[in-house]
């Protein structure tokens, strides 16, 4: 596996289930983010990890919980979700320096809430 | 005011043409600004980024950074029918985490 890979690729959920989403980075990299793209709006960063420790949550609803076990492992736990919910989430990863900060993107994983 | 703004499009040129996509920006601590292209179903893939104000080429591909009128370009030429995509613009001040999206110029390349 190279680059930043994304588990499932395709998600259909009910609003009462409770699912997660996987993204593993192979680049060595030092953060993780977690992204949600929806149709005709700009990517919205979710939640950002930088050495394992969250550094941002742009206000989120608890319905989404970020957990970063390890610096190549991000994941995104989903309960009680409503159907605006329904969008692609990409995973990116980065080494963070006082530079440009490049971010790679996974593939996402494309979720729909019933 | 959004801090990145870029026209969605659609664009829609034909083969070989000459491509002009653009973002304005409105927060002078930018420093980095990147393209990333997304095709269909796939994440975001970083194209190239520009450090201040300049020109960078790479291939049939250049960017443009003119930090005194807060404004980026990404030039496409000889374009192909590959180059179809949705193509997003990013910037990030000295040293941040947080990239700053635009909201994407979905591209077509007719043959």
């Known amino acids: 596996e190279t680059g930043v890979t994304q588990t499932p690729r395709h998600l259909v959920m009910g609003m009462t289930n409770k699912k997660s989403l996987k993204c593993e980075q192979h680049?060595?990299?030092?953060?993780m983010y977690w992204y949600k793209q929806s149709a005709k709006k700009p990517l919205e960063l979710m939640f950002v990890?930088?050495?394992?420790?969250?550094?941002e949550n742009n206000s989120v609803p608890s319905r989404f919980s970020p957990e970063c076990p390890n610096s190549s492992h991000l994941f995104l736990h989903l309960h009680t979700l409503q159907p605006e919910d329904s969008a692609l989430y990409l995973c990116?990863?980065?080494?963070?320096?006082?530079?440009?900060?490049?971010?790679?993107f996974g593939p996402g994983t494309r979720l729909t809430v019933l | 005011q959004k801090e990145v703004e870029q026209d969605p499009g659609p664009l829609s040129v034909p083969e070989g043409a000459i491509v002009s996509l653009n973002c304005t920006y409105s927060?002078?601590?930018?420093?980095?600004f990147m393209w990333y292209r997304q095709y269909s179903r796939k994440g975001p893939e970083l194209l190239m980024y520009?450090?201040?104000?300049g020109n960078k080429e790479d291939g049939r591909f250049t960017a443009q950074v003119d930090k005194s009128s807060k404004y980026i370009s990404l030039f496409i030429r000889d374009s192909q029918p590959s180059d179809s995509a949705t193509y997003l613009c990013?910037?990030?001040?000295?040293?941040?985490?947080?990239?700053?999206f635009g909201q994407g110029t979905r591209l077509t390349i007719n043959p």
């Open positions: 520009t450090y201040s104000s």
């Open positions: 990116a990863s980065s080494q963070v320096t006082s530079g440009a900060n490049e971010q790679f």
């Open positions: 680049l060595g990299h030092n953060a």
């Open positions: 927060n002078s601590a930018f420093q980095y």
């Open positions: 990013a910037m990030i001040g000295q040293g941040a985490q947080k990239l700053v």
């Open positions: 990890y930088s050495l394992e420790e969250r550094v």
